[in-house]
């Protein structure tokens, strides 16, 4: 399984709504991160967990809030988003950051804040 | 600073004609580079990494660290190599990947 799998494809959420995105790798990936990427962008990166640790946090604002249950799984929980916030979110995996390999992207949530 | 630049938003070619994306980029050491492409509707998936050094798909791309630069190349554009394409380096900790603007490809028939 060499795949990123994330879900839902779609969300439609009011700034008052609680929602979370998910994100599940088997490769064996230690490194998970999250990125949004705006239309005609390029991915920027949000979040990077290292063994199930925080390790890199870019300044994102606290309605962000990610989780990384185990070492497969990574969520991001949405609460009280505004409609800038509206943008296609990537789940990503990598080997553990020593390896300096490449990323593997799942297909994205496109998630529109109404 | 740690960055990469590509020059070009856009790029059009006519089928059968040589394409060059071009990718410039700043760092201190030894960079791990890196080609993305991403097709209309599909995942940003790897294209290909200076260190393997191979061709994928027809394209190459060489490191010359005297120009800085990691610019890619295939000789006969295809249609279906249409897609965004964004150069990236892995920065010094080796957890984020830093990408260029992109540069839309458009192979016309």
């Known amino acids: 399984d060499t795949e990123v799998t994330q879900t839902p494809k779609h969300l439609v959420m009011g700034m008052t709504n609680k929602k979370s995105l998910k994100c599940e790798q088997h490769?064996?990936?230690?490194?998970m991160y999250w990125y949004k990427q705006k239309a005609k962008k390029p991915p920027e990166l949000m979040f990077v967990?290292?063994?199930?640790?925080?390790?890199i946090n870019e300044s994102v604002p606290s309605r962000f809030s990610p989780e990384c249950p185990n070492s497969s799984l990574l969520n991001l929980h949405l609460h009280a988003l505004q409609p800038e916030d509206s943008a296609l979110y990537l789940c990503?995996?990598?080997?553990?950051?020593?390896?300096?390999?490449?990323?593997?992207f799942g297909q994205g949530t496109r998630l529109t804040v109404v | 600073a740690q960055r990469v630049t590509q020059p070009e938003k856009l790029l059009s070619v006519f089928k059968g004609a040589p394409v060059e994306l071009k990718c410039n980029y700043s760092?201190?050491?030894?960079?791990?580079l890196f080609w993305y492409v991403q097709y209309s509707r599909q995942r940003l998936q790897l294209l290909l990494r200076?260190?393997s050094r191979e061709s994928i798909k027809g394209f190459t791309a060489d490191l010359n660290k005297g120009e800085t630069s990691f610019h890619l190349k295939k000789p006969f554009a295809q249609e279906e190599d249409s897609a965004m394409y964004y150069c990236?380096?892995?920065?010094?900790?080796?957890?984020?990947?830093?990408f260029g603007a992109g540069t839309r490809l458009f192979v016309k028939a």
């Open positions: 990236a380096l892995l920065d010094t900790g080796g957890f984020k990947t830093i």
């Open positions: 200076h260190i």
């Open positions: 490769m064996g990936h230690r490194a």
């Open positions: 990503a995996s990598s080997q553990e950051a020593v390896a300096r390999t490449e990323a593997f």
């Open positions: 760092y201190s050491g030894s960079p791990e």
């Open positions: 967990y290292s063994y199930e640790k925080l390790s």
